[in-house]
Every structure is written in structure tokens, then in C-alpha cells.
């Protein structure tokens, strides 16, 4: 999805389509898009086990290491590292309620 594809998809002009979302969001839609994007990574890397590079391609990245590198830009860690500390949680989770 891209500023282009919406604003044809709807028949409005890039200019309006950024006045809107600015007005109703608080922010680009090329943000918006992003942060759509970053979640949807976020959510498979913590729920599936597929593998790093699928998931680039699954939120709309071809190439693998532009996909880390955003990635690291929005959440502050790579996707590789972001999957271990969330299966440590997960771990962590399961050994607290055994004791209980």
C-alpha cells in the first residue's frame, strides 16, 4: 500500500489525502502505513515462528535488510532480538505459574 495507491483507490488527490489524514490521524499516511506495517511484523515475530525474512515479505518488504533496518528504526531493536526476549517472556510466563 502507498500514498499513490490510495489516493487513486479513493479518486483524491495526494494533497487532500495528506490534509486528512493530518486532521483525523495526527499524522502522514506514509506514518500511518508504516506503523500498520511495523505492528503486523511485530505481531507475527511474537506469535508464528516464521522466519524473519517472510515476515518482511508478509508486511510489504522485499528486501530483507531494508525490512531490519526499519524495523530497528521503529521499535529500537532488531526483529531477530525482538523474537527472543518475546520467547524468554513467554518462558518466563510459564515457569512463574508453575510455582504458583
Not at 16 to 25: G, I, Q, S
Not at 56 to 62: C, K, R, V
Amino acid at each position: 500500500v502507498t500514498v499513490e495507491y490510495l489516493s487513486k483507490r479513493y479518486f483524491i488527490s495526494r494533497r487532500y489525502l495528506y490534509a486528512m489524514f493530518k486532521e483525523y490521524r495526527n499524522m502522514s499516511p506514509i506514518d500511518y502505513i508504516l506503523s500498520v506495517r511495523m505492528k503486523a511484523a511485530d505481531k507475527f515475530l511474537t506469535t508464528t515462528d516464521f522466519s524473519v525474512s517472510h515476515i518482511a515479505e508478509l508486511t510489504g518488504y522485499s528486501d530483507y535488510n531494508h525490512f531490519t533496518r526499519a524495523y530497528k528504526k521503529y521499535y529500537g531493536v532488531l526483529p531477530s532480538k525482538r523474537r527472543k526476549l518475546s520467547k524468554n517472556e513467554v518462558s518466563a510466563k510459564g515457569e512463574a505459574k508453575k510455582e504458583e
